[in-house]
């Protein structure tokens, strides 16, 4: 794992969208798996104006989401999918049968999911997963005591991630209490991962998730497993961090982040 400090949330928006258009250059027929939330709408933004004015090609792109809330239809305001085809899908060039969210209204939940994981497999794995961090520490909605080797499956919701995102909601009791998520064990699956995180709000789980123990607790401690991940962070969220010293130094002088700069 490595960690990667921006001044700003803007520049570490614009690096996170930087990075995976170069993955997307490099592999057009990409198979990225893509995270929802606030913190990636300006990813979206930004990889939505690279298109528009630079051509980045999304045709052959395949994309697969981490989750979808339980109960809710593609058409409703608040479910990913709408999230995504406003934010992203509708921006740029991607056909949309190569999008791929679990269906939270399918009458058999495990069936979906079974099927969501093979979806996955037939498309050859995912080679670049977007991650967000919730306050509970989830990645996805993988809640406390979510299983290191869990597969897609329906999760209850935490006390915590129902109060980030029910003002999202017209009235918070509106929200889903439960949602169909990625497995840790299907996001360490990924080749590769990168994780971003902004605002003052987030500095203390980035802390536990990067620096603490890892503990089935807090699922983002699972990716100190992986073997090509990359936090991307803003000041704000670095604030807690012990070794931010070192971390400055890898971005600074790192060949693989010179051409970022
Ligand atoms: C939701 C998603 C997570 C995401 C989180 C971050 O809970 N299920 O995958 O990481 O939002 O939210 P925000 O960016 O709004 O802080």
């Known amino acids: 794992m490595e960690v990667l400090i921006r001044p700003s949330s803007e520049s570490a928006a614009r690096l996170t969208a930087e990075i995976a258009a170069k993955a997307i250059h490099e592999k057009p027929s990409l198979v990225l798996g893509l995270a929802t939330g606030r913190t990636m709408e300006s990813v979206y933004g930004i990889l939505a104006g690279m298109h528009r004015e630079d051509g980045l090609d999304f045709s052959q792109t395949r994309t697969f989401n981490l989750d979808e809330y339980i109960g809710l239809s593609t058409d409703h305001e608040n479910s990913y999918r709408y999230y995504m085809n406003h934010h992203l899908f509708d921006k740029v060039n991607v056909r949309q049968e190569n999008t791929h969210l679990p269906d939270g209204t399918a009458a058999d939940i495990d069936a979906e999911c079974a099927a969501y994981e093979e979806r996955i497999k037939a498309c050859g794995g ?34 915590a991630t129902i109060r980030q995102n029910a003002p999202q909601f017209p009235s918070p009791e509106l929200m889903p209490r439960r949602a169909i998520t990625m497995g840790v064990g299907t996001i360490l699956d990924a080749r590769r991962c990168i994780l971003l995180a902004t605002g003052a709000g987030k500095a203390e789980i980035i802390a536990k998730a990067v620096e603490g123990p890892v503990t089935s607790m ?37 060949p693989e982040w010179q051409e970022f700069h």
């Open 126 to 159: 995912i080679d670049f997963q977007l991650l967000g961090i919730g306050q509970s520490g989830h990645i996805g909605f993988n809640e406390p005591l979510s299983a290191m080797f869990s597969r897609t499956r329906p999760k209850a919701l935490a006390p």
């Open 218 to 254: 807090i699922s983002a401690t699972a990716l100190q497993l992986h073997p090509k991940c990359t936090i991307i962070v803003d000041e704000d969220a670095a604030a807690s961090l012990e070794n931010k010293e070192y971390y400055r130094w890898i971005f600074e002088n790192e």
